[in-house]
């Protein structure tokens, strides 16, 4: 199995994280500030090439309720715009509570607020992507 790269869309901020070999597990990568489309596209297909990605996983802001906001909708453009740049799928996955998660996984470490900051991004990301790995392997 090739390996997955997870994304948590913000924003600012664009978490990455990255499957073992097997994709059984999901480690942080790296944030990439946001500029504008065009380097946010190259920088996560620069990822794609290096590590030999697979498929390209992104966390989908629904509200609770499980609905569309304006967040959503700018994720989705940027979904689409992966989808016409790089040649590795590009799935969605339901990302509702990954930051709070994030958080209460940060705090557990007795991370400083300031760490908080500088790793949530990733964070989410892992977990989005452990969220897909866990559901692939249920499907397979």
């Known amino acids: 199995m090739q390996r997955a790269l997870g994304l948590d869309v913000g924003t ?10 097997l994709g059984i597990s999901a480690q942080r990568l790296t944030v990439i500030e946001r500029h504008d489309p065009a380097r946010d596209f190259h920088a996560i297909a620069s990822l794609v090439s290096t590590h030999e ?5 992104v966390g989908l ?3 609770l309720k499980g609905t569309r906001s ?4 700018s994720v989705e453009e940027f979904v689409n715009g992966l989808r016409q740049r790089l040649a590795c799928p590009v799935e969605v996955v339901d ?3 990954t930051t709070v998660e994030g958080h209460r996984a940060l705090r557990s470490t007795g991370a400083s607020p300031r760490t908080h900051k500088r790793l949530i991004d990733q964070v989410a990301a892992q977990l989005i992507l452990q969220t897909y790995l866990d559901a692939h392997a249920r499907t397979t």
């Open 12 to 21: 600012r901020r664009i978490g990455a994280a990255l499957s073992d070999p």
């Open 53 to 57: 990605v697979g498929v390209v996983v």
């Open 61 to 63: 802001p629904l509200t």
């Open 70 to 73: 304006e967040q959503t909708k």
């Open 95 to 97: 990302e509702r509570l």
